[in-house]
């Protein structure tokens, strides 16, 4: 089994950042990736960010390239989400996940992946 636990989130204004952070704990993978989806309102949960734990390939979805930035520690068991430049648009739960099995072709859904935090409000006011 593996824990993630999010925090970091909050209201914040429109063009201003915010960093989330996932803590991973209990059975370690080496292989897989690490991810973070979102859920608005009334909406479908998105991908948002991903990174592979070998090699560190960073993946991200076009609404987001640019202005958010996905990255690990050292021992690979936090994963960060850097937020620049936020939007109300950006409104929503945000959702660690990981996957053992996770591939390049795969590292967009949901369905790829084995584990999942509880997901931290994040409010963009305009």
């Known amino acids: 089994q593996v824990q993630l636990v999010e925090s970091g989130g909050g209201l914040v204004q429109a063009g201003t950042s915010l960093r989330l952070s996932c803590a991973a704990a209990?059975?370690?993978?080496?292989?897989?990736?690490m991810g973070w989806f979102r859920q608005a309102p009334g909406k479908d949960r998105e991908f948002v960010a991903a990174i592979h734990r070998n090699g560190g390939s960073t993946y991200y979805a076009e609404s987001v390239k640019g202005r958010f930035i996905i990255s690990r520690d050292k021992d690979k068991k936090t994963v960060y989400l850097q937020m620049n430049s936020l939007k109300p648009e950006d409104t929503a739960v945000y959702y660690c996940a990981a996957g053992m099995g996770v591939i390049t072709s795969t590292v967009r859904y949901g369905t790829a992946y084995d584990y999942w935090g509880q997901g931290t409000q994040v409010t963009v006011s305009s």
């Open positions: 209990g059975r370690t993978f080496s292989n897989g990736a």
